[in-house]
């Protein structure tokens, strides 16, 4: 897969241009390829994440002592028996984010063979898997689990293709190969000068394998290439299919599994089901580094709405902060232990010149107390480095956060409000500031006085930037007295549900007379209108017509400084609200429901074949678009009407929705606004209500968005940084308008030092190129997360854009071996009667002399107390005592890089040998999609396997461990290759080949 190395840029350049078409017109993200029922990486990675996602939520149920039914392997249902419902749409954003990261490896990464396991270049796709769970376990230790789920879906891949690419599965192993996800040999890979094929019988090629591979359990992949000029070793397999050029050449036919048409298609689905056993493998091992409920915050799923605070610290904003002090405690001990009780605390306090530190906390008590701890300090010139602490707070709160902008001046930095904005868009998050001071004066303290003395008012310019950025955002810019934050604070965080969803939002600077239309179906309550302005007035009509005034019966209302909020009481049907006011203002009306959406910009294929690839930044202007959106919450609810609706103004563009099946809809549109929009989708909720119109809904995305007609693409090849060492990260700008110099900026969230091109000279439609240096700190962290922002500025800035990398800090890893855990005792007085008898047991846990050392042990199985103490060796001692009731336990043993052991101990009759549970490669496992039956076992540990809802049978295995067993399962009626579908008009191969013979 290794492109022509003929040393000139632009033949370079013009492949990789060549290559992208290709891999999009050949949908290798695509749907509804063709008929047929193969799996795609898509299917795979969703199965392994929600069965495992599930035996997570099983083992803490069971460690509180709670039942637990094992639910069906969908993201509502599992999210339903985890108890955290309400977080479905977080729970579905990180898995479309694994999985999308997973197919773009087919595209960043197309000529590299180990990505795919190709070319027998297996070690070095080892490799690639292992230090890729080296960022992810040390993303996960320091809570950056955005960095964590996009290295995560890059080395899925990778998992998948060994078994699709490689003779794993043809050398009858129906288990995966445990040692690829280990820093341990894979396998005798087969030597260069080693035959492994032969040619195929005709079109049949399911023995052109060679027999002495097999019987030798060699392990070998199949090459793979475009070039017409290509070649391989003697000998040696191919991967196959219509565009591999190494096809035709002897040992004539392929090898790999994609799909059910490929070469050997006969065993796509064993290769499938193997690989979701693999990939359940590996997030196990995430797992276990990471900590049940680490796991469960890296794929979204928590209880109630993160609780983010960006707080101005200076001297003036002494009483604000008591008063944040005082609203915190209260909300903090409203929620906790309810179904709203905050997933995560993020404090981010700034001033001038300082920003930070980041505080990060699942702990209320500690984000108390770090809260509590801040004092008022310095001041004097007014503007603060507000933007500062809100672009760290965006880049640290998960997407579709809510985050509160506490201050009383203006930002110093507001060179920063487009790297903001691009971080709302991107993130979806919501900003509301709160803005106190308003009549204008900044008390003075005494280090004010040292200065120069003087009052400063907030600009009017200052004012308009936060009400840009709560629009854009879809929050609200609540300017109020010092003693009204209090009450302003209150009622923008009553409503703190995961399970918040927008029905309406509009803003408008020139206040004018309008009417506007909002639809409440049958699963919304709680709904409230909030509106933002000075001397707005309202008229409120309900669904039966009824008009309804201040005061009304149907609705309690606060008002507090600009900020007036109605509560209404529910009515489902369609409400009319007519706004009368001269002066700017803001509408929203939001409610909770588990009926709303996703959506992201896409890039259709052109050809028959179809398929997308997602737009990760602003969507092109003047030209037309399509929208991918998910709808969740409820099987029976269907998406009819979408549309961009006008931000400020009452345009809007209707799109044409075609459904994709699984809650996804591909929208089209013949052009997107030329000013910012929001995404308003309509529908009906069939679900047997009596009333026609309670089944329609509404929901509309909070961000504002807007088109561009510039493109920035950044290089994210690699996403490391090494600490101490400089990193270049290379990007390229094009423009559809007019050309000339277009401003660079580049900002990242923990001011590492940068370096980059200040402008850049462009002309339409041909790309500039330039680089961005950043170096990380030698003593930052392993683990830290660094978004890096590059952004394009067109001349006299009417226009831009941007593109965001989240890169991850990490120190080299050496330490590749697991701790030991070592018997010491183990005792028991267990009686026919358990509930009146305990058993014990005593473990020792160390780490290799060159280790890291033991950073944790923690229960996987066992409802009995865990000691752990520290001895002066430094060695861990573990003690347990447990009830005979609860027979059995797993510890789990990490060291500070991540590496791990699964201890397992039992008092069951006739067992009382301990059992570490080191996985290792199985072989000569046959599994069918039935429960299991007739099972022989040897050396085998049995702890913490699950029978629900599938498993194996007539198996039998040697030296195999049986972590939470995985779903055998069939695939879609949807027909992607497993990897890459090369399939499309000669007329295109033509036109690839001559040009990778320049």
Same mark, same amino acid.
Not at 960 to 968: H, K, Q, R, Y
């Given at each position: 897969?290794?492109?022509?190395?003929?040393?000139?840029?632009?033949?370079?350049?013009?492949?990789?241009?060549?290559?992208?078409?290709?891999?999009?017109?050949?949908?290798?993200?695509?749907?509804?390829?063709?008929?047929?029922?193969?799996?795609?990486?898509?299917?795979?990675?969703?199965?392994?994440?929600?069965?495992?996602?599930?035996?997570?939520?099983?083992?803490?149920?069971?460690?509180?002592?709670?039942?637990?039914?094992?639910?069906?392997?969908?993201?509502?249902?599992?999210?339903?028996?985890?108890?955290?419902?309400?977080?479905?749409?977080?729970?579905?954003?990180?898995?479309?984010?694994?999985?999308?990261?997973?197919?773009?490896?087919?595209?960043?990464?197309?000529?590299?063979?180990?990505?795919?396991?190709?070319?027998?270049?297996?070690?070095?796709?080892?490799?690639?898997?292992?230090?890729?769970?080296?960022?992810?376990?040390?993303?996960?230790?320091?809570?950056?689990?955005?960095?964590?789920?996009?290295?995560?879906?890059?080395?899925?891949?990778?998992?998948?293709?060994?078994?699709?690419?490689?003779?794993?599965?043809?050398?009858?192993?129906?288990?995966?190969?445990?040692?690829?996800?280990?820093?341990?040999?894979?396998?005798?890979?087969?030597?260069?000068?080693?035959?492994?094929?032969?040619?195929?019988?005709?079109?049949?090629?399911?023995?052109?394998?060679?027999?002495?591979?097999?019987?030798?359990?060699?392990?070998?992949?199949?090459?793979?290439?475009?070039?017409?000029?290509?070649?391989?070793?003697?000998?040696?397999?191919?991967?196959?299919?219509?565009?591999?050029?190494?096809?035709?050449?002897?040992?004539?036919?392929?090898?790999?599994?994609?799909?059910?048409?490929?070469?050997?298609?006969?065993?796509?689905?064993?290769?499938?089901?193997?690989?979701?056993?693999?990939?359940?493998?590996?997030?196990?091992?995430?797992?276990?580094?990471?900590?049940?409920?680490?796991?469960?915050?890296?794929?979204?799923?928590?209880?109630?709405?993160?609780?983010?605070?960006?707080?101005?610290?200076?001297?003036?904003?002494?009483?604000?902060?008591?008063?944040?002090?005082?609203?915190?405690?209260?909300?903090?001990?409203?929620?906790?232990?309810?179904?709203?009780?905050?997933?995560?605390?993020?404090?981010?306090?700034?001033?001038?010149?300082?920003?930070?530190?980041?505080?990060?906390?699942?702990?209320?008590?500690?984000?108390?107390?770090?809260?509590?701890?801040?004092?008022?300090?310095?001041?004097?010139?007014?503007?603060?480095?507000?933007?500062?602490?809100?672009?760290?707070?965006?880049?640290?709160?998960?997407?579709?956060?809510?985050?509160?902008?506490?201050?009383?001046?203006?930002?110093?930095?507001?060179?920063?409000?487009?790297?903001?904005?691009?971080?709302?868009?991107?993130?979806?998050?919501?900003?509301?500031?709160?803005?106190?001071?308003?009549?204008?004066?900044?008390?003075?303290?005494?280090?004010?006085?040292?200065?120069?003395?003087?009052?400063?008012?907030?600009?009017?310019?200052?004012?308009?930037?936060?009400?840009?950025?709560?629009?854009?955002?879809?929050?609200?810019?609540?300017?109020?007295?010092?003693?009204?934050?209090?009450?302003?604070?209150?009622?923008?965080?009553?409503?703190?549900?995961?399970?918040?969803?927008?029905?309406?939002?509009?803003?408008?600077?020139?206040?004018?007379?309008?009417?506007?239309?909002?639809?409440?179906?049958?699963?919304?309550?709680?709904?409230?209108?909030?509106?933002?302005?000075?001397?707005?007035?309202?008229?409120?009509?309900?669904?039966?017509?009824?008009?309804?005034?201040?005061?009304?019966?149907?609705?309690?209302?606060?008002?507090?400084?600009?900020?007036?909020?109605?509560?209404?009481?529910?009515?489902?049907?369609?409400?009319?609200?007519?706004?009368?006011?001269?002066?700017?203002?803001?509408?929203?009306?939001?409610?909770?429901?588990?009926?709303?959406?996703?959506?992201?910009?896409?890039?259709?294929?052109?050809?028959?074949?179809?398929?997308?690839?997602?737009?990760?930044?602003?969507?092109?202007?003047?030209?037309?678009?399509?929208?991918?959106?998910?709808?969740?919450?409820?099987?029976?609810?269907?998406?009819?009407?979408?549309?961009?609706?006008?931000?400020?103004?009452?345009?809007?563009?209707?799109?044409?929705?075609?459904?994709?099946?699984?809650?996804?809809?591909?929208?089209?549109?013949?052009?997107?606004?030329?000013?910012?929009?929001?995404?308003?989708?309509?529908?009906?909720?069939?679900?047997?209500?009596?009333?026609?119109?309670?089944?329609?809904?509404?929901?509309?995305?909070?961000?504002?968005?807007?088109?561009?007609?510039?493109?920035?693409?950044?290089?994210?090849?690699?996403?490391?940084?090494?600490?101490?060492?400089?990193?270049?990260?290379?990007?390229?700008?094009?423009?559809?308008?007019?050309?000339?110099?277009?401003?660079?900026?580049?900002?990242?969230?923990?001011?590492?030092?940068?370096?980059?091109?200040?402008?850049?000279?462009?002309?339409?439609?041909?790309?500039?190129?330039?680089?961005?240096?950043?170096?990380?700190?030698?003593?930052?962290?392993?683990?830290?997360?660094?978004?890096?922002?590059?952004?394009?500025?067109?001349?006299?800035?009417?226009?831009?854009?941007?593109?965001?990398?989240?890169?991850?800090?990490?120190?080299?890893?050496?330490?590749?071996?697991?701790?030991?855990?070592?018997?010491?005792?183990?005792?028991?007085?267990?009686?026919?009667?358990?509930?009146?008898?305990?058993?014990?047991?005593?473990?020792?846990?160390?780490?290799?002399?060159?280790?890291?050392?033991?950073?944790?042990?923690?229960?996987?199985?066992?409802?009995?107390?865990?000691?752990?103490?520290?001895?002066?060796?430094?060695?861990?001692?573990?003690?347990?005592?447990?009830?005979?009731?609860?027979?059995?336990?797993?510890?789990?043993?990490?060291?500070?890089?991540?590496?791990?052991?699964?201890?397992?101990?039992?008092?069951?009759?006739?067992?009382?040998?301990? !059992? *570490? =549970?080191?996985? %290792?490669? #199985?072989?000569?496992?046959? $599994? +069918?999609?039935?429960? @299991? &039956?007739?099972?022989? /076992?040897?050396?085998?540990?049995?702890?913490? !396997? *699950? =029978?629900?809802? %599938?498993? #194996?049978?007539?198996?039998? $295995? +040697?030296?195999?461990? @049986? &972590?939470?067993?995985? /779903?055998?399962?069939?695939?879609?009626?949807?027909?992607?290759?497993?990897? %890459?579908?090369?399939?499309?008009?000669?007329?295109?191969?033509?036109?690839?080949?001559?040009?990778?013979?320049?």
């Amino acid at each position: 897969m290794h492109p022509h190395q003929d040393g000139v840029k632009t033949s370079v350049m013009f492949v990789s241009a060549v290559l992208f078409f290709l891999v999009w017109q050949t949908g290798v993200h695509g749907f509804d390829i063709s008929e047929g029922a193969s799996f795609t990486h898509q299917d795979i990675t969703e199965k392994a994440i929600l069965n495992v996602t599930a035996h997570v939520c099983r083992s803490l149920a069971l460690a509180e002592g709670k039942s637990f039914t094992f639910p069906s392997l969908t993201t509502s249902d599992v999210a339903a028996a985890c108890e955290v419902s309400k977080s479905c749409k977080s729970f579905i954003n990180a898995i479309q984010t694994v999985t999308n990261e997973n197919k773009q490896t087919d595209f960043v990464y197309f000529w590299s063979p180990p990505h795919h396991c190709d070319n027998e270049k297996i070690a070095e796709g080892q490799k690639l898997i292992t230090d890729g769970l080296s960022v992810v376990k040390a993303a996960n230790d320091e809570q950056n689990f955005a960095s964590a789920t996009l290295s995560l879906g890059r080395i899925l891949h990778t998992v998948q293709d060994f078994y699709s690419h490689t003779n794993w599965v043809e050398m009858d192993h129906h288990l995966p190969n445990s040692n690829l996800i280990r820093n341990t040999s894979v396998g005798k890979i087969a030597a260069i000068t080693r035959a492994t094929c032969r040619n195929c019988d005709g079109e049949d090629c399911r023995n052109n394998i060679l027999e002495d591979v097999i019987e030798e359990q060699i392990l070998t992949s199949g090459y793979f290439s475009l070039s017409p000029f290509s070649s391989k070793p003697a000998g040696k397999c191919s991967h196959g299919g219509f565009w591999d050029r190494t096809e035709g050449i002897e040992p004539i036919g392929g090898i790999n599994k994609d799909s059910n048409t490929s070469e050997h298609g006969h065993l796509h689905n064993l290769a499938a089901n193997v690989a979701i056993r693999a990939t359940s493998e590996l997030l196990e091992d995430v797992r276990s580094s990471a900590g049940d409920r680490g796991f469960l915050q890296m794929m979204g799923l928590f209880k109630g709405k993160p609780l983010c605070f960006s707080m101005d610290t200076t001297g003036s904003m002494g009483d604000d902060i008591e008063t944040v002090k005082n609203a915190t405690s209260s909300i903090i001990d409203s929620k906790v232990g309810t179904e709203d009780e905050p997933s995560v605390y993020i404090l981010v306090p700034f001033n001038d010149p300082d920003f930070g530190p980041l505080i990060r906390t699942t702990d209320p008590e500690v984000f108390k107390r770090h809260i509590n701890s801040l004092t008022p300090r310095g001041g004097g010139d007014a503007p603060e480095m507000s933007l500062s602490g809100l672009q760290l707070a965006l880049t640290a709160a998960p997407p579709n956060s809510e985050i509160y902008v506490f201050t009383d001046a203006a930002a110093k930095d507001e060179h920063l409000k487009n790297t903001v904005i691009a971080l709302i868009e991107q993130t979806k998050s919501v900003v509301n500031f709160m803005i106190t001071d308003v009549l204008g004066l900044r008390r003075r303290t005494q280090a004010d006085n040292n200065q120069q003395q003087q009052s400063v008012r907030m600009s009017r310019a200052g004012g308009q930037l936060y009400r840009d950025l709560a629009q854009a955002s879809g929050g609200q810019a609540v300017e109020v007295t010092k003693g009204q934050l209090l009450e302003a604070i209150n009622i923008l965080t009553e409503s703190t549900s995961s399970s918040q969803i927008v029905l309406l939002q509009a803003a408008r600077n020139l206040g004018i007379g309008e009417n506007f239309t909002f639809a409440v179906d049958d699963s919304t309550q709680n709904v409230r209108i909030y509106i933002t302005g000075v001397s707005v007035g309202f008229t409120l009509i309900n669904p039966s017509g009824v008009t309804n005034t201040t005061g009304s019966s149907t609705f309690s209302s606060q008002l507090v400084g600009n900020l007036q909020t109605l509560q209404l009481k529910t009515e489902t049907g369609v409400w009319e609200i007519r706004m009368e006011s001269g002066n700017p203002y803001s509408l929203k009306v939001v409610g909770e429901s588990s009926i709303d959406f996703l959506f992201d910009f896409i890039e259709e294929s052109s050809s028959r074949f179809g398929g997308y690839s997602l737009i990760q930044n602003r969507p092109t202007a003047g030209q037309n678009a399509s929208l991918l959106v998910t709808l969740f919450g409820s099987d029976s609810a269907t998406v009819t009407e979408v549309m961009l609706v006008e931000s400020s103004g009452s345009g809007q563009v209707n799109g044409t929705v075609k459904a994709q099946g699984g809650g996804e809809y591909i929208v089209r549109f013949n052009r997107i606004p030329s000013v910012e929009f929001v995404v308003l989708v309509k529908g009906q909720n069939n679900n047997g209500v009596s009333k026609a119109s309670s089944g329609i809904f509404q929901r509309q995305s909070a961000t504002s968005l807007r088109a561009s007609g510039l493109t920035v693409t950044a290089d994210d090849l690699d996403r490391v940084l090494e600490p101490g060492t400089p990193r270049s990260v290379s990007f390229s700008v094009m423009t559809t308008g007019e050309g000339g110099s277009f401003t660079i900026r580049a900002t990242n969230d923990q001011g590492f030092t940068l370096s980059f091109p200040s402008s850049l000279q462009l002309d339409p439609g041909v790309s500039a190129n330039g680089s961005v240096s950043i170096t990380a700190p030698a003593d930052t962290p392993s683990g830290t997360g660094v978004t890096l922002t590059i952004e394009a500025v067109a001349p006299g800035g009417a226009d831009s854009n941007y593109d965001v990398l989240r890169l991850t800090v990490l120190s080299k890893v050496t330490d590749f071996t697991p701790p030991v855990c070592q018997l010491l005792s183990l005792q028991s007085n267990c009686s026919d009667n358990c509930s009146r008898s305990t058993w014990e047991l005593s473990v020792q846990v160390t780490d290799a002399a060159n280790g890291t050392g033991v950073d944790s042990v923690s229960l996987r199985e066992g409802s009995g107390t865990l000691n752990i103490s520290t001895a002066a060796d430094k060695t861990t001692l573990v003690s347990y005592v447990a009830s005979c009731c609860s027979p059995d336990v797993q510890l789990v043993a990490v060291d500070q890089v991540g590496n791990m052991e699964i201890c397992s101990y039992s008092v069951r009759a006739n067992v009382t040998q301990a !059992v *570490t =549970t080191s996985p %290792v490669i #199985t072989s000569n496992v046959t $599994t +069918s999609p039935v429960t @299991t &039956s007739n099972v022989t /076992t040897s050396n085998v540990t049995t702890s913490n !396997v *699950t =029978t629900s809802p %599938v498993t #194996t049978s007539n198996v039998t $295995t +040697s030296n195999v461990t @049986t &972590s939470p067993v995985t /779903t055998a399962v069939t695939a879609s009626s949807t027909r992607v290759d497993f990897s %890459v579908s090369l399939c499309f008009g000669f007329s295109v191969l033509s036109f690839l080949l001559h040009s990778l013979s320049l």
